[in-house]
């Protein structure tokens, strides 16, 4: 590492080292302008700037995943599908980059997911015996809890393309527009190799027997179900829903397996913690597990805003580290959101009850 810092002190790059990353930007030498930047990050890790060099890291990587993503969108993305009503389009394609160690779920919940890929890597082995692969998932819980995250582990481990369903342009103000728009992206499905994320999946697979909703909607979900049915593709589909209570009976049988979800446990929550504050150094005694027995009730996401929020904090206040107070003040504050959330819910009439299925 000595090309780029001084042994003896912890200044900044010298000049020779100065030249030579604006000379490989120059000559867009990408592989020696990534070598110069990874080593600076490894030197801010050890100089313990967790956050600056959390933040250059996530730079690089943006920067890589943009190219490939653009790359790979000029190449092999075949024109997006659109609603007939304003031309706005009913997907949206992604390339991810995720891996199991980003998602803190119990371990059972894991194995689960984990078979998916697996499953449909011996494709050809199940076919032998008149078997196919799991490809058809409905994943259900709390909000916060994993879910679109599963899918975007999903596709990053089977190494296909995201697409996430856009329904607020699915849904068509127009009469048989919403079920035509359905034809098209399962139409596009076909087209190639996804993982196809139908998140907020009850807007459109919610109980035809509901007496608030019109003849349209119910049309809607006996048109889905049937193309969920009679899909035989090879893309891995996932719906994903916070108000599995809400769907209509028939929706379930349609899927080759449910995973739910459920908000954290004690030692997912110190996991989460753990994760989320590897960005700042702790300040003094921290108590991690106290920590956990205060949050009971928080979701992934809530522990996550609750870090987040605890770090600014101390970060606005001239901090380089976040103190176990900072970090209790956050928590307090998010159970006031909590309880906002819940209570909107309630009102909405789309409170979540965590009794087993």
Not at 40 to 52: D, F, G, T, V
Not at 83 to 97: I, R, T
Not at 122 to 127: G, N
Not at 332 to 343: D, F, M, P, V, Y
């Amino acid at each position: 590492m000595s090309r780029i810092y001084h042994s003896s002190t912890d200044e900044a790059m010298n000049s020779s080292t100065i030249e030579l990353l604006f000379k490989a930007f120059r000559e867009k030498d990408e592989s020696l302008f990534h070598e110069l930047a990874m080593e600076i990050i490894e030197e801010e890790e050890r100089k313990n700037h967790h956050l600056l060099a959390a933040k250059l890291k996530q730079v690089l990587n943006e920067a890589s995943n943009e190219k490939k993503e653009a790359s790979y969108h000029r190449k092999s993305i075949p024109p997006l599908p659109r609603d007939n009503e304003k031309g706005f389009p009913l997907l949206e394609v992604k390339k991810v980059h995720y891996t199991w160690n980003d998602l803190v779920v119990p371990t059972e919940i894991l194995d689960i997911l984990k078979e998916i890929p697996r499953e449909n890597e011996h494709a050809s082995l199940f076919a032998s015996y008149g078997l196919k692969p799991k490809n058809k998932i409905l994943l259900c819980g709390p909000s916060g809890t994993g879910k679109t995250l599963s899918a975007k582990i999903l596709s990053s481990e089977i190494g296909y393309p995201l697409i996430v369903v856009k329904f607020e342009s699915v849904i068509s103000s127009f009469l048989g527009e919403t079920a035509t728009n359905l034809r098209k992206i399962f139409d596009y499905i076909e087209k190639g190799r996804w993982v196809v994320l139908f998140d907020e999946f009850d807007i459109i697979g919610k109980k035809r027997d509901d007496p608030s909703e019109h003849g349209e909607i119910k049309r809607v979900v006996n048109n889905f179900m049937l193309m969920l049915e009679n899909y035989e593709g090879v893309s891995i589909l996932v719906a994903s829903t916070n108000h599995p209570q809400i769907l209509d009976s028939g929706v379930w049988r349609r899927f080759d397996d449910v995973i739910r979800f459920d908000l954290p446990n004690f030692n997912c929550r110190i996991q989460i913690f753990e994760k989320k504050l590897e960005i700042i150094r702790k300040d003094g005694l921290f108590d991690l597990q106290n920590i956990a027995k205060k949050t009971e009730g928080f979701s992934g996401a809530d522990i996550e805003q609750t870090v987040t929020r605890a770090v600014k904090h101390a970060l606005l206040n001239g901090k380089k580290t976040v103190s176990m107070d900072n970090i209790l003040d956050s928590v307090e504050r998010q159970k006031t959101i909590i309880l906002a959330r819940n209570g909107a819910n309630e009102t909405n009439g789309r409170s979540y009850s965590n009794k087993p299925l």
